[in-house]
Nanobody, 123 residues
């Protein structure tokens, strides 16, 4: 059974930092590209960042570029999202996803999803 479990969310003041982790099990992790998405109340789920299966290529939404960094540790079966310079508009539930079609920005291209972790940024 494939499981993706996110952790690291919490409440932080604007300008602060958080590092989200996504631990994967039940799949051959190094074969999967990984993505992070987020969803705020009343909004659609949106792309945040993605990393290729090798970890060599990364992609970011314009809204987080320069502030967030995605990385993949195949030895630990874990993907990370380092979030710096957090803004109130970053408040959302953040979801980890795994797919086999390569790193991409479309939620429909990912096969497996975690339960999410809440990030709340206060002003």
């Amino acid at each position: 059974q494939v499981q993706l479990v996110e952790s690291g969310g919490g409440l932080v003041q604007a300008g602060g930092s958080l590092r989200l982790s996504c631990a994967a099990s039940g799949l051959t992790f190094f074969r999967y590209s990984m993505g992070w998405f987020r969803q705020a109340p009343g909004k659609e789920r949106e792309f945040v960042a993605a990393v290729s299966w090798s970890g060599g290529s990364t992609y970011y939404a314009d809204s987080v570029k320069g502030r967030f960094t995605i990385s993949k540790d195949n030895a630990k079966n874990t993907v990370y999202l380092q979030m710096n310079g957090l803004k109130p508009e970053d408040t959302a539930r953040y979801y980890c996803a795994a797919g086999t079609s390569g790193a991409n920005r479309g939620a429909s291209e990912y096969t497996y999803w975690g339960q999410g972790t809440q990030v709340t940024v206060s002003s």
